[in-house]
């Protein structure tokens, strides 16, 4: 079975949580866990009409939920579904076994944003080619998968503001490199559309420095949330 989780927070204005919800009920053998933090804009109202596990967790990192879901998983395999994407129903039977039986295997779709631009292109297969297949770093917009194996070994990703998916991905490339699957998750450029996708890139650059210069995760947080509030506590 698969476990599909999904963290959500105040997620009626992106306006994909309907489709998202509506492509996930048509996948097979796979339990649904989705972990709320404190939703006050319609979102508890929406999941309530879904046949799914919901847990609330209101105030919490998006590292929190995630890992309230994990713990509550019963799946072979569990699937991070990033809260702004968008993946077909038939994409997931490549992550039911996406490493021919292999043991501990883990990884992430193949990123592509919702808005067609070229600076945005550029994004999406530096993000595959290089963060990805070189680096072993996959950010939560891939989707990221593993095998439950690594559940029962204590897999926990550290409580972070921001950066946790790269906190993730440190953990799981000790013990093999990652897989990327030809399956397209189709992310929102909704930070880039509000932002501006030149000044969005420029800040993406700096919150990456920032992060590798130990810089403090709220600070870097609040500012990468700053007037958008799509991941905050």
Not at 100 to 115: E, M, P
Not at 124 to 146: E, M, V
């Amino acid at each position: 079975m698969l476990s599909i989780i999904l963290p959500t927070q105040n997620e009626m204005r992106s306006g994909l949580l309907e489709s998202i919800l509506a492509c996930l009920v048509q996948v097979a053998d796979a339990e649904i866990i989705v972990i709320d933090g404190g939703s006050d804009d319609g979102t508890l109202e929406l999941l309530s009409k879904y046949e799914l596990k919901l847990i609330t967790e209101p105030g919490t990192s998006r590292a929190a939920k995630l890992n309230a879901g994990i713990a509550a998983a019963s799946g072979d395999m569990i699937f991070l579904h990033h809260p702004r994407s968008l993946v077909q129903p038939e994409s997931f039977q490549q992550v039911a076994n996406p490493g021919k039986n292999k043991s501990r295997v883990w990884g992430g779709l193949t990123h592509q944003f919702d808005h067609d631009h070229a600076l945005l292109r550029f994004t999406s297969w530096y993000s595959n080619r290089i963060r990805c297949d070189r680096a072993g770093i996959l950010y939560l917009d891939h989707c990221i998968f593993f095998d439950s194996e690594f559940k029962h070994e204590g897999l926990k990703i550290p409580d972070v503001d921001i950066f946790e998916d790269t906190e993730l991905s440190k953990l799981l490339r000790r013990h093999s490199k990652p897989v990327r699957l030809p399956a397209v998750v189709r992310t929102s450029a909704i930070r880039f559309k509000r932002n501006g996708i030149y000044r969005q890139a420029l800040l993406n650059q700096w919150m990456k420095l920032a992060y590798y210069l130990n810089f403090s995760h709220d600070k870097m947080n609040r500012q990468y949330e700053k007037g958008l509030n799509l991941n905050k506590k």
